[in-house]
């Protein structure tokens, strides 16, 4: 399927180098007085500078994400991942790797947890995921995202540019050709971005303020929830509180305003629901007959019926079948919903969403099981048949121990002997190389294929792993490091790990630029230019 991305959302691509060229010089030809303004200069520049503004981001990123949805739609194999990203360093070096070891940044997005920015990026210090950070933080982390992005295609060109200029000074036209064909058919880091903007932080307006920055610092992409904004929960905690359809819907059209208000049209709602694992509501949804769907989300309450001798002093009534009924209303003055209907509830919001705007859906489940999660797709899809999610390969999973269960349960359903197992403690090392515990590593492994082709799932995203990765690392170097290893710690399992897999901040000082600044002293002092790069850089022992 062809994706036709609609009016202005669409970006143009950069011209070929030639072309670039061409034009620069005919500029420059017009401006006597820009003495040493070098044509090919300007333009290598401006090839650098691609994206010129956040928005210029979000336009092309939102048409990216638009016609990988359309490939899915056909073929379920072609799904999408991201890792969640906690810094522009980060998110960069991602990308980087993902063009050193496959080639091309294809179907890879990334991914921006409002968990994370709660525990790493606000002002307060750590905050659990309840909303309390900043608001703020969340477009100044997108806007970090591609300017470290934006850096890494700069980078990378600078190096192609560097490589022509010896190409030409050695006369290798083969060589000169082939590196202006890799500049015109550059792949840019820039990928698009799942944005949590958590439960919108407010009422729809603070939604739509708050969805207008995110979307001018580069989102194509906004992922928002239908829990109380101002009792916001993790969604792998207890205690979450969802709100009506009809006020969650009105935070989709706010962040939809937003998208068009900007000349985003290709922009990518995506909506949560937390009705799974929410047992609670902060209000009654308003009903004006029944069946409608302030009536569906009210027949999920927990009601008992009112008589004259059960009637209680600030009994809240809803009538329910031509019977009068209490719903159960706890000290918190939440309102509680029956056992059991969360399934329910969940396909209900699933639909609502999609008949109301929404692109995409994340349904937030408490254990990583295919079939839990397609049983509950088959029914969005009978009334919507391109449904697709967005799903959370939670690091709150135990994968390991979720998927030994699953071997262990199917093993003991088939008749098979599991006496050897001790279902209790599964999670231990012992368990490893056995049947079952590599029976269990090969689903972990095919999950994403597997649950992409079954049960609609689009994208895959980890919400937390570089925080995690982080903490994994920097633990391994202390031990190291700081114990009788000293200083070799730090060399062997970093340094020289590295150089041997052809890391790229290897060489940390070109990471950071200082490359791209020695080219641009040369642009604009020529000669007379102070280049750090010189014989006596230490980074020269990188190679």
């Not at 109301?356 to 999660?373: F, S, V």
């Amino acid at each position: 399927m062809n994706y036709q991305p609609r009016g202005i959302s669409t970006f143009q691509a950069p011209a070929s180098y030639q072309s670039e060229v061409e034009a620069a010089r005919s500029l420059l030809e017009t401006q006597p007085t820009w003495n040493g303004v070098s044509a090919e200069a300007v333009a290598r520049m401006r090839l650098q500078n691609r994206f010129k503004t956040g928005l210029d981001v979000a336009r092309y990123t939102a048409a990216l994400m638009r016609a990988d949805m359309a490939a899915y739609d056909g073929d379920p194999t072609k799904y999408t991942q991201s890792l969640g990203c906690w810094h522009g360093f980060i998110a960069q070096q991602k990308l980087i790797s993902v063009k050193k070891h496959f080639g091309k940044t294809d179907r890879t997005y990334l991914y921006l947890s409002g968990w994370m920015i709660a525990a790493l990026r606000s002002e307060f210090g750590p905050l659990p995921d309840q909303s309390m950070h900043e608001k703020t933080s969340v477009p100044a982390l997108i806007e970090e995202l591609y300017t470290f992005l934006r850096q890494a295609d700069s980078r990378e060109l600078n190096d192609i540019f560097r490589n022509l200029d010896k190409a030409r000074k050695e006369g290798d036209k083969t060589r000169e050709k082939e590196l202006i064909e890799k500049i015109d058919n550059f792949q840019t880091h820039v990928v698009p971005v799942i944005a949590d903007i958590d439960a919108g932080f407010g009422n729809a307006e603070a939604t739509y303020l708050l969805a207008k920055k995110m979307i001018e610092a580069g989102a194509c992409a906004l992922q928002i929830e239908n829990q109380v904004s101002d009792e916001k929960q993790c969604g792998h905690q207890d205690g979450k509180v969802t709100v009506p359809h009809e006020v969650f819907l009105a935070k989709i059209r706010a962040c939809r305003h937003a998208f068009l208000e900007l000349g985003v049209e290709d922009g990518i709602v995506v909506t949560r629901t937390d009705s799974l694992g929410a047992g609670l509501t902060q209000q009654i949804a308003v009903s004006h007959k029944p069946g409608d769907l302030g009536d569906q989300y009210n027949s999920f309450l927990d009601c008992e019926e009112v008589t004259a001798e059960n009637a209680r002093n600030g009994d809240v009534i809803i009538n329910r079948n031509g019977k009068m009924m209490r719903p159960k209303r706890l000290p918190s003055n939440l309102y509680q919903f029956r056992p059991g209907t969360g399934e329910d509830r969940c396909v209900l919001d699933c639909i609502t969403s999609l008949q109301n705007g929404a692109d995409l859906l994340w349904i937030e489940t408490e254990k990583p099981h295919i079939e839990q999660i397609a049983k509950m797709v088959d029914r969005i899809r009978k009334v919507v048949p391109n449904a697709k999610l967005a799903y959370n390969n939670s690091p709150s999973f135990n994968w390991t121990l979720n998927f030994r269960w699953q071997v262990y349960d199917a093993m003991k359903e088939a008749g098979k002997d599991v006496s050897k197992y001790n279902r209790a403690e599964l999670m231990k090392p012992e368990y490893d190389d056995t049947p079952l515990g590599k029976e269990a590593d090969e689903r972990i492994r095919t999950f994403q294929a597997d649950s992409a082709k079954r049960a609609g799932i689009f994208h895959h995203l980890i919400t937390l792993p570089t925080y995690h990765t982080a903490a994994l690392s920097t633990d391994n170097l202390a031990k190291e490091y700081f114990g009788d290893q000293g200083m070799l710690g730090y060399v062997k399992n970093v340094q020289r790990a590295e150089i041997r897999q052809g890391i790229a901040c290897a060489k940390h000082q070109n990471m950071a630029g200082s490359d791209i600044g020695d080219d641009h002293k040369e642009y604009f002092a020529g000669e007379a230019a102070l280049k750090a790069g010189g014989a006596h850089n230490t980074m020269n022992q990188f190679g």
